[in-house]
C-alpha cells in the first residue's frame, strides 16, 4: 500500500518551533515534561493564569529570538524555517511528541514560511 504521508524533513524546517503567541512563552509543560526538563539547564516560565479564582499557575518554555529574528522555542539550535534541531530532543515536551508530522498545524506553520505542503 502507497504511504501517502507527506515527506517533510523537519531538520530544515522547524516552522512547528516558532511562536505565534504575543507573550514570551511557548510550549506548555505537564509534570512529566517539568521532571524530564530537569538537568538540561532550560528555563521554566510559570504563568498566572488570567482571572482564575482561586489562583492557578501554567508552566511553559519560553521563547528567545533566533539567528533571523524569528521568535522561537528556547530549546531550538539554528533557525526557524532554516537548518535546525532540537537541542533537548530526548526530553521533549509531550505537546511536541504528539504533534503530527504532515497535520493541519504542521501544514499551517510550513505555510506561514511559504514552504510547501
Ligand atoms: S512544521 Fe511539520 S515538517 Fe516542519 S518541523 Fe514541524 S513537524 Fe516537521
Ligand atoms: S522543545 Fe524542541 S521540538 Fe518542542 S518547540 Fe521547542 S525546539 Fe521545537
Known amino acids: 500500500m502507497a504511504n501517502d504521508a ?3 524533513d ?8 516558532a511562536s505565534q503567541s504575543p507573550g514570551e512563552s511557548y510550549v506548555l509543560l505537564n509534570e512529566a515534561d517539568i521532571q ?3 538537568g538540561t539547564g532550560l528555563p521554566i516560565l510559570t504563568l ?3 482571572d482564575s479564582d ?3 499557575t501554567l508552566e511553559a518554555l ?5 539567528p533571523n529574528g524569528t521568535k522561537v522555542c528556547i530549546a531550538l539550535n539554528g533557525c526557524s524555517g532554516g537548518v535546525n534541531a532540537c537541542s533537548i ?3 521533549r515536551p509531550r505537546a511536541c ?5 504532515g497535520g493541519y498545524f504542521c501544514q499551517d506553520a510550513r505555510r506561514r514560511f511559504g514552504f510547501p505542503v
Do not use: H, M, S, W
Open 6 to 8: 507527506p515527506q517533510y
Open 62 to 66: 519560553p521563547t528567545k529570538r533566533d
Open 97 to 101: 511528541r504528539v504533534f503530527e508530522l
Open 48 to 50: 498566572q493564569v488570567q
Open 54 to 56: 482561586p489562583p492557578e
Open 89 to 91: 530532543y530526548e526530553q
Open 10 to 17: 523537519c531538520l530544515t524546517c522547524g516552522a512547528c518551533c
Open 36 to 38: 524530564r526538563l530537569r
